[in-house]
């Protein structure tokens, strides 16, 4: 007969209680001297160097670093990196990771939000004058980059919701003047593709099934059908550019195979030839010739990241990068002759590197380090894992261990969002940051993650509460079953989906979890699919059908069922919460809702919020702030080590709404 999961993990407690050996392959169990407590701004400040680009002429490097705590943008030489000089100077509000050279060489276009509203705006700085320019409308707003080319060096188009908040107009921007001029207005397409002569080529729209709708602009105006995505596919089937010369469509196509793949599409006789495709993982991104506009490698991975070559040259390129250096290569930029390219090395157990790839000498050289402040630190190995559930899924995970010990640890379960995304191995501040506390540290990629092919995506479908959180149950059941995790000091971690399945975690399977640490999860389905941003609105058919359809008396009973809140009962185990006041993803009543409930029924609840945050704790001050108030609580009931808070709460804006008395340090 089958055990039923709480009579495997009982099994498992009694086992870790009796001394019963049950090891994890190739670790052993030997305890060390405890490692120096790492400060906490050494893995959660920002990163000295981030998203290193290139001029199209090969000549001037930008990168983004921070100046005073807020990142900001920097160029030099390429034939001196080290004469920096800052072009912005930001004080309030991080810039963007996401910036754009423009093909005159001498203007950058960036991005910048306030406060956490994801209202993105759009501006560009001249390198000679620093004058810089608005591009799109500065208050309310969300604007996207939509498509720059060399043929129009002082123009780009991009796409914003001023007119309509639920769809995303097309412009063409003068980046010098900030003129702008409307190229179509959109009253019924999610997204759309443009080309580099910047036409606009392809709109997609949402039908109640939730399959998408992909047509194609005539020379008059109008629209033809194009081809039609079924639901299932809509996570990894996506346009990606068209080439130069606008008859050849790239696409990852995931229609007819379960793992998507690279095909280039003739626009004229419709016919596909296959470019790249990976048995065991969807292609999830390319690099692009941005002349050409012809892709060169394309990207998957299960564990790691892979590479393979799709251009005459790109076979050469990997074998050049593999040689300077271990990690897992991210192509950033390139030059507009394609000579030199600016990559990244992800590693796990030091900080990641920028470096520079000249094709004309075949030589790779290093330019920056990522975070300088983790030279020195004692960094853990990021072992991939597989996890069976108990349906016979493969889990994709990944465990962090401590240096103190392999076995018997406490762990700490960190889950992260989407849910329809995924963790990737490489440096991972909260794994590195917890194993230094003397926590083992499990991800798991449940089912719904992304990358690993169309089946594993469906098979979320109508499980949220349900199949996706019995796969983190069979993780930790996994953990301890190894030897690796103490069953009684298992604590939850997990923000926006993964808030929603700690909550699950509290109110569903009380009995497995210590604590529960909840950030700006969802508690209510209902509410949560009520008070999504407009420009949600267009794909809503999508959450109906994975999700539940709260327009009828079914739906709403299942995402009722499903909602934590409505399960408060169960909830026995302590729970920090922290919400972002200015989240438009899940609103701070999804937070207030959930406490007052557990407030209710005296259920030990601490509940922190930070006005000045959205979706995130984009300000360092209230990052430290959150890690700090967290590390306090998982070492109190966990057992972990902790450092003092000290002035981890020095200009953070951090207010404690109720419970800082349960957490040390927190109410004073």
């Known amino acids: 007969m089958h055990a039923s999961p709480i009579d495997r993990r009982d099994f498992l407690r009694h086992a870790a209680a009796l001394g019963v050996a049950l090891p994890f392959a190739g670790l052993e169990g030997v305890v060390a001297a405890e490692t120096e407590l790492v400060a906490r701004s050494v893995f959660f400040d920002n990163p000295d160097v981030g998203s290193v680009r290139i001029s199209p002429d090969g000549q001037t490097l930008a990168w983004l670093a921070p100046i005073g705590g ?4 920097f160029v030099a030489p390429l034939a ?22 423009a093909h005159t060489n001498r203007h950058l276009v960036f991005f910048q939000e306030r406060d956490g509203d994801e209202n993105w705006r759009a501006s560009s700085v001249d390198l000679g004058s620093g004058a810089i320019v608005p591009l799109t409308p500065e208050r309310d707003v969300k604007a996207y980059w939509q498509e720059s080319d060399r043929k129009f060096p002082e123009e780009m188009l991009f796409k914003h919701n001023a007119r309509d908040k639920r769809y995303f107009d097309l412009f063409r921007v003068n980046l010098v003047t900030g003129k702008s001029d409307l190229l179509f207005e959109n009253n019924e397409f999610a997204w759309y593709v443009t080309d580099s002569n910047f036409q606009l080529r392809l709109g997609v729209r949402f039908l109640p099934d939730g399959s998408a709708e992909w ?7 109008g629209w033809a059908p194009f081809i039609t995505v079924p639901v299932g596919d809509f996570e990894a089937t996506q346009a990606f550019d068209f080439s130069a010369d606008g008859h050849t469509l790239f696409m990852l196509d995931s229609r007819g195979r379960d793992k998507a793949a690279l095909f280039a599409v003739d626009m004229t006789t419709r016919q596909d030839a296959l470019l790249a495709a990976d048995d ?12 050409q506009r012809r892709p060169l490698a394309a990207k998957s991975g299960t564990d790691r990241v892979r590479w393979q070559a799709v251009g005459p040259d790109a076979a050469g390129d990997l074998v050049d990068l593999a040689k300077y250096g271990t990690g897992d290569v991210e192509f950033i930029d390139r030059s507009a002759d394609n000579r030199f390219v600016t990559v990244f090395y992800e590693r796990d157990a030091e900080s990641g590197e920028y470096a520079l790839l000249d094709r004309e000498t075949r030589k790779v050289r290093g330019l920056f380090r990522q975070r300088k402040a983790l030279v020195g630190v004692a960094l853990q190995k990021m072992q991939p894992v597989i996890i069976p559930a108990r349906d016979g899924l493969r889990l994709n995970g990944y465990l962090t261990l401590p240096e103190t010990g392999s076995s018997g640890l406490p762990m700490v379960l960190v889950i992260h969002g989407g849910p329809y995304l995924r963790d990737n191995w490489g440096f991972n501040s909260v794994h590195q940051w917890l194993a230094n ?21 469906t098979a979320a479908d109508k499980e949220w509460g349900g199949k996706m959180h019995d796969d983190l149950i069979d993780a930790v059941d996994w953990a301890v079953g190894q030897g690796i995790a103490d069953p009684n000091r298992v604590g939850f971690f997990g923000g926006s989906y993964g808030g929603y399945s700690a909550l699950t975690a509290a109110t569903k399977t009380p009995e497995v979890f210590a604590c529960i640490v909840d950030v700006f999860g969802i508690s209510n389905l209902i509410t949560f699919m009520a008070t999504i941003p407009p420009y949600w609105g267009p794909w809503f058919s999508i959450w109906k059908n994975r999700l539940g359809d709260p327009a009828t008396e079914e739906g709403r009973a299942f995402l009722t069922e499903r909602s934590p809140l409505t399960h408060i009962d169960r909830v026995v185990r302590p729970i920090l919460i922290a919400q972002g006041a200015r989240d438009v993803r899940v609103v701070a009543a999804e937070s207030e809702q959930m406490v007052a409930a557990l407030k209710k029924r005296g259920v030990p609840v601490t509940y922190i919020t930070f006005p000045d945050e959205g979706h995130g704790f984009a300000r360092p001050e209230n990052r430290m702030a959150f890690y700090a108030a967290t590390e306090s609580f998982l070492a109190k009931h966990l057992g972990g080590r902790a450092q003092p808070v000290g002035d981890d709460f020095k200009g953070s804006s951090l207010k404690v709404e109720t419970g800082g008395e349960l957490v040390p340090g927190l109410a004073g």
């Open 437 to 457: 506390r003397g926590y083992a540290v499990l991800s798991v990629n449940y089912r719904g993650s992304t990358g690993f092919g169309k089946a594993f995506v």
């Open 70 to 73: 807020v990142r900001n943008l």
């Open 280 to 291: 065991e993982a969807d292609i999830v991104h390319v690099d692009i010739d941005f002349v």
């Open 215 to 221: 047509v194609e602009r005539r020379s008059d105006g």
């Open 80 to 101: 001196d990196p080290g004469a920096a000089r800052a072009v912005t100077h930001a004080t309030d509000r991080n810039l963007s990771t996401f910036f754009r050279w």
